[in-house]
């Protein structure tokens, strides 16, 4: 249901976790994701952990669906003198090609306890369905 278009995504997400880079609009990190069906659905799960609803960016163009999103720093006061600071600030996106059985049309989306899911209906031309066979009284049922 989901074709990769991009090889080397992962160590790409290694090298930046080991450097210490973060995402830019030119260049955006990666996001973790799990894809898998469940039932006439195909899920999307992608972690995007203290991003707001109003800085996450879902698009499909033809088959390609695009996340991005962006974790802006925390407003500080002046007095605040940062310890350490290991999570992610940045531009995250995600393209994934979808396959033509999905539904592009009835993407639904959810966002909770930082996870965004993405749910894609199964395109009713790539369910089961029987085919009668016609012609002959008594004409049999073969499932395709």
Known sequence: MLMRTD???????????LMGTSGTWSRP????????????????ALDL??????AIDIDVERNMLTVKA?????????????????RPLG?????????DTLDTE??????DAGVLTLRIPIAERAKPRK??????PGHKQISG
Do not use: C, N
């Not at 009835?106 to 966002?111: F, G, L, N, R, S």
């Open 91 to 99: 531009v995250f996106s995600r393209q994934l090609m979808l396959a």
């Open 7 to 17: 090889p080397f995504r992962e160590l790409d997400r290694l090298t930046q976790q």
């Open 106 to 111: 009835h993407i639904k989306a959810d966002y």
């Open 131 to 136: 085919i009668s066979i016609g012609g002959e």
């Open 29 to 44: 990190s990666p996001m973790p994701m799990d894809a898998y069906r469940e039932g006439e659905e195909y899920v999307i």
């Open 70 to 86: 962006e974790r802006r720093p925390v407003t500080k006061a002046d007095t605040v003198q940062m310890e350490l600071s290991e």
């Open 49 to 54: 952990p203290g991003v707001s609803t109003d």
